[in-house]
């Protein structure tokens, strides 16, 4: 049986860490990009390292990126079982539809 | 072709004769109202059609969101008109970067279904292609609905806090 509520708050560090658009924007680009280093993160941003790190260890607290080591860098990639690279833009583009057709039905509802 | 990832499919119950539907979504006009467009002609099946982004007309909060993209050129080709039944484009999703040519990028196809059902008219909407698609753009489409998961992330966290 579903227990929407359980669901909700397993899920819910997850959202928390997602509902902020710095972090959002981070997890898009490793989205795209792979396994990146905070230096690259950071260029052509107005924000500090140390902040695109704190932002980092909020997701990676969340399960949504990890770490790796490579030589002396540290770079970051996402959390293949918790963020599907393809199914995460999707759901986006999917977001938008049902936001589309909501107009749709206030229009020919009225 | 993983049909997980390569394609969409929403269905919402209008309250409405299907002729209204139907009315809503091939008048190039009325489609752009609650869209958020404005087409340069009207559809004419197997024509490609130009347009610009124009905030919604409909909500309010949407239309914040969509003013930044105000003006954005974009174009799309009506593959199928079939009156009362279906409807058919091809478009570039999130092609809302004024400084990208997206000419030479596949397009998706977008198709409404219209359903009688007991209260209205049932409307089933499929988007497909997504797999053809470059990886940064689905990354693009993902960072372009910010505003959404920010306000998804509101509502749940109000959800939250009252259970």
Partial sequence: MRK?????AVHAPVFAALGDPTRLRLVAVLCARGA???AQLTAGTAITRQAVTKH???????????????GRERLWELEPSRIDEARCALDAISQQWDQALARLKQVVER | MD???????????????RERVWRALSEADQFGTWFGVRFDGPFIEGERLTGKIVPTRVDAEVAAMQTPYEGTPFEW??????????LAFRWH?????KTIDYSHEPMTLIVFELHDAPEGTLLIVTESGFDKLPPERRA?????????WTHQMEL?????ALH
């Fill in chain 2, 140 to 148: 693009k489409a993902f960072a372009a609905n910010e505003g959404g």
């Fill in chain 2, 77 to 86: 080709i009506v593959e199928r008109i079939a009156p009362m039944q279906r």
């Fill in chain 2, 156 to 160: 749940i966290r109000k959800y939250l």
């Fill in chain 2, 93 to 97: 999703p999130f092609g809302i970067d």
């Fill in chain 1, 4 to 8: 929407p509520r359980s669901t909700i």
């Fill in chain 1, 56 to 70: 980092l260890e909020v997701l990676a607290d969340a399960g949504l990126v990890r770490d790796v080591r490579q």
């Fill in chain 2, 3 to 17: 049909t997980r990832t390569d394609r969409i499919e929403k269905q919402v119950l209008l309250k409405a004769p």
């Fill in chain 1, 36 to 38: 990146l280093s905070t």
